[in-house]
């Protein structure tokens, strides 16, 4: 199934690979339909199978990120202890995708406690790289070159001299 395809579940344990997919609910929609919406309270993890989800974030409903390849994951507000989503998921064409309920998640995680520490570890690299992503667009339409980001993730407004 498309889980296989995700690069969190790559190389994982058989078993625990198995029973996620066990608990997964494909589910097909429509263009313009909203998976979830910022603030929600966050159930599940979504996996991409075909489509385009813009992932929007504020009152202005800028997006932050388009998930748009088969195995993209999303909905990660649900497995990093985060009781609310912090985007709205929007799907810009018809879309498929995978689910998984926080709750199934975190008891396999618990029977299989070396694939749930691989899983995490690859969460946070995917995040990151979503953060880095953030940072450059962030210079980029603020006209500034180089800013500096320091270990808080603060970006310093204005670029000192050294």
């Not at 190389?11 to 097909?28: A, C, Q, R, S």
């Not at 810009?92 to 691989?118: M, N, Q």
């Amino acid at each position: 199934m498309f889980i296989k395809q995700s690069e969190l579940f790559w190389d994982l344990g058989h078993d625990f690979v198995k029973e996620i997919m066990e608990k997964t609910e494909k589910e097909t929609v429509g263009n313009g339909y909203i998976l979830f919406f910022e603030g929600e309270p966050a159930t599940h993890f979504y996996i991409l199978i075909k489509g385009n989800v813009s992932l929007k974030v504020g009152q202005s409903g800028q997006a932050v990120f388009v998930p748009s390849h088969t195995g993209e994951a999303f909905g990660w507000s649900s497995l990093a202890g985060r009781e609310r989503y912090s985007a709205t998921a929007e799907c810009l064409s018809p879309t498929s995708v995978v689910r998984v309920s926080r709750d199934d998640f975190e008891k396999i995680c618990e029977k299989h406690p070396g694939d749930a520490l691989v899983f995490m570890k690859r969460l946070a690299g995917m995040l990151g790289q979503r953060l880095l992503r953030s940072y450059s667009l962030m210079g980029a339409s603020t006209g500034v070159g180089d800013y500096m980001v320091y270990g808080t993730g603060q970006v310093q407004e204005t670029a000192e001299e050294e």
